[in-house]
């Protein structure tokens, strides 16, 4: 399949929410609540983040998982090479007039815990959440858009909130703290999906019609590795 202008748009706005979101998930925000006598508090990427999916269905939709699974890749391969600039910004010797070093490595300074536990959780959550919407797209026979998009949130979301906050918090807090913000961040972004349930309908129904397609993965590998099929 030849791509057009408009599969590199929703391309590079996927990779741009991918890359916003980890560099402002530093900052944690707070909802004001409490559970089980703990604070409750999202990073501040929740403003972005979701949006990923709500593309990254958008992509898996209408140009199916095979050209799903090449951006997901592209995404990952330029977050990485966000976190070596970043890495390698923060080794050189800063000029003296400058005095935002120690702030720099503050809030770009990432752990080798978090970064690992970004990487794993957005392939984890990505691909699955592709994956199901694929499969669901099949079952429903391409009816019911919003069974798919929310379905393959609540899969795609709620693993990647399990594997990241499990792997960044584990041996830092207890498990009743781990759980809460795991559910917290499940909860948060699934209702983000559902809430842009219009907004995905509107962007779908343009790009089937401009683009002439509704692609459907009888036949696809659903390998995610698999990225030269």
């Known amino acids: 399949m030849n791509v057009s202008h408009r599969f590199v748009v929703i391309a590079a706005i996927f990779v741009t929410c991918l890359i916003t979101a980890n560099i402002i998930a530093v900052k944690p925000i707070s909802l004001g609540l409490r559970l089980l006598g703990q604070p409750v508090s999202v990073p501040a990427a929740i403003v972005i983040f979701p949006l990923s999916y709500i593309f990254g269905d958008i992509l898996t939709e209408v140009y199916g998982y095979r050209l799903a699974r090449r951006v997901i890749w592209l995404g990952f391969f330029c977050n990485l090479i966000a976190v070596i600039a970043i890495w390698l910004g923060r080794l050189l010797p800063p000029a003296s007039v400058w005095g935002g070093q120690e702030a720099y490595e503050s809030i770009l300074g990432y752990t080798p815990q978090i970064l690992s ?14 994956f199901v919407l ?13 069974t798919r998009t929310i379905g393959s949130t609540l899969v795609g979301q709620g693993l990647d909130a399990a594997v990241f906050i499990t792997l960044a918090y584990a041996g830092r807090f207890g498990f009743s703290f781990i ?9 948060l972004k699934t209702g983000y999906e559902t809430v842009a349930t219009p907004f995905t309908y509107a962007v779908v ?6 683009e002439a397609i509704d692609t459907f993965d009888y036949e696809t590998n659903f390998n995610p590795f698999l990225v030269s099929d």
Request: hydrophobic share 50%.
């Open 179 to 187: 759980a809460i913000t795991i559910l917290t961040h499940w909860l």
């Open 205 to 210: 129904s343009f790009l089937k019609k401009k």
């Open 134 to 146: 694929a499969k669901m797209k099949i079952l429903t026979k391409g009816h019911w858009l919003w």
């Open 117 to 130: 536990a970004s990487f794993l959780a957005y392939l984890v959550g990505e691909f699955s959440n592709s």
